[in-house]
């Protein structure tokens, strides 16, 4: 079953503008997970987020974390057409042991 | 980062006949290895997580007779589809973690199947 569930699920932007994609689960985590996949490939870790804390960056993504909405939030700045993905939220369930439950994806279109 | 392969990266197959396919972490043991399937334009859902020298342990819903998965050493996790059906055409994915660092996984490239 499905943990994580994104909104949007499909985003359009242009070149340059911030994309923010939103995450909501159901259950108590460890942690919170974002990747990227591109068309057809395998996945590509971005950031991972523990229960304990509430925000994290790297380069140009940034994360937060409400545990008491049971939500996440990436964020991209200055988004660039090679950011054109399907991401995906993954939990990681507490006492799961590493076992990730995947949200449905948000497919992002940056137009050049 | 860490390199997970995969092993072929497509294959085509006639119904009936097996599949398999390898998943190698190239650069760290992984005690763990876990297996998704992936259907065009959705998410992966986990089939089985596969642990270096002990029996896989399955999803609900996914038959471990049909899916035999064998972790036979730290680098090397093996997902054979047995008797494919056109049903089982598929994107499958494997991902480990490193003994060491527990929570970040490592995605293989994937592996599309088509069962004709």
């Known amino acids: 079953s499905q943990q994580g569930e994104e909104d949007p699920q499909a985003l359009s932007i242009q070149e340059g503008e911030n994309a923010t994609m939103n995450c909501s689960y159901k259950?108590?985590?460890?942690?919170l997970q974002w990747y990227r996949q591109n068309s057809g490939r395998g996945l590509v870790h971005l950031i991972l987020?523990?229960?304990?804390?509430r925000e994290k960056h790297s380069g140009r993504l940034r994360v937060t974390l409400d545990t008491s909405k049971k939500s996440s939030s990436l964020l991209i700045t200055a988004s660039r057409a090679a950011d054109t993905a399907s991401y995906f939220c993954?939990?990681?369930?507490?006492?799961?042991?590493?076992?990730?439950?995947f949200g449905k994806g948000i497919t992002l279109s940056v137009r050049p | 980062g860490a390199v997970v392969s995969q092993h072929p990266s497509r294959v085509i197959c006639k119904s009936g006949t097996s599949v398999k396919i390898e998943c190698r972490s190239l650069?760290?043991?992984?005690?763990?290895m876990f297996w998704y399937r992936q259907f065009p334009k959705q998410s992966l859902m986990l089939m089985a997580t596969?642990?270096?020298?002990?029996?896989?342990?399955?999803e609900q819903g996914v038959e471990k007779d049909k899916f035999l998965i064998n972790h036979a050493s730290l680098t090397l996790s093996t997902l054979t589809v047995t008797s494919a059906h056109p049903e089982d055409s598929s994107f499958y994915i494997c991902s480990s973690n490193r003994r060491t660092l527990q929570e970040t996984q490592y995605f293989g490239p994937g592996t599309r199947l088509l069962v004709l």
């Open positions: 596969s642990n270096e020298g002990s029996k896989a342990t399955y």
């Open positions: 987020i523990r229960s304990n804390e």
């Open positions: 650069d760290f043991q992984a005690t763990t």
């Open positions: 993954a939990t990681e369930v507490a006492g799961a042991n590493s076992k990730l439950t």
């Open positions: 259950t108590s985590i460890n942690n």
